[in-house]
């Protein structure tokens, strides 16, 4: 396990279920078969397939990278890491939302596309559980603070606005 995933304190979808005012101890069951590395990676495919990143299209990174100051884990660790699983028993479809961009900033899975990846990979989630979709590109300009605050794991502080961002657009004519 390296320094940059730290399973025991992630994700931060306590946080958010409060923000929520939801009841921990009444997990939905949908959760548990929510995500799997198998439909990440078609999603990514999907995505790049028949552009110029084709060649990488729905594989996982086997180079490093980083992304200016910030490393991610080692290529070799990338497939166990992404295996691992917090689903289980989250008690609303924003934290699984909440957990797929957490581990998708921290890991890195992909050699490019992660963010377009975990945007689309949400979405398709959140159509599935009845939700309108996130308005990302509204979003965006906040990304970037986003990232950092996952790789601090301080979520709660992102997630307030998000909510907010995704309450007030559902309202929308």
Excluded at 41 to 62: K, N, W
Excluded at 92 to 117: A, E, K, M, Q
Excluded at 130 to 144: A, K, L, S, T, V
Aim: charge should be neutral; proline fraction near 7%; hydrophobic fraction near 40%.
């Amino acid at each position: 396990m390296t320094r940059f995933f730290q399973p025991l304190v992630t994700p931060s979808h306590h946080a958010l279920a409060k923000i929520l005012r939801l009841d921990p101890s009444k997990p939905i069951t949908a959760s548990n078969e929510v995500f799997s590395l198998e439909q990440l990676c078609a999603t990514h495919r999907h995505l790049f397939a028949g552009t110029e990143h084709d060649f990488h299209a729905g594989r996982l990174r086997t180079l490093s990278v980083h992304a200016g100051s910030q490393s991610f884990p080692l290529a070799r660790e990338v497939k166990h890491l992404m295996t691992q699983t917090f689903l289980i028993g989250l008690p609303h479809p924003l934290c699984v939302v909440d957990w797929v961009v957490y581990v998708l900033s921290s890991i890195h899975p992909f050699l490019d596309g992660n963010r377009r990846t975990c945007w689309m990979f949400a979405n398709n989630y959140l159509a599935e559980q009845g939700f309108y979709p996130i308005d990302w590109d509204g979003f965006r300009p906040c990304w970037e603070q986003v990232v950092l605050l996952a790789h601090e794991q301080k979520m709660e502080l992102m997630w307030p606005k998000l909510v907010a961002f995704h309450r007030d657009s559902q309202h929308k004519p």
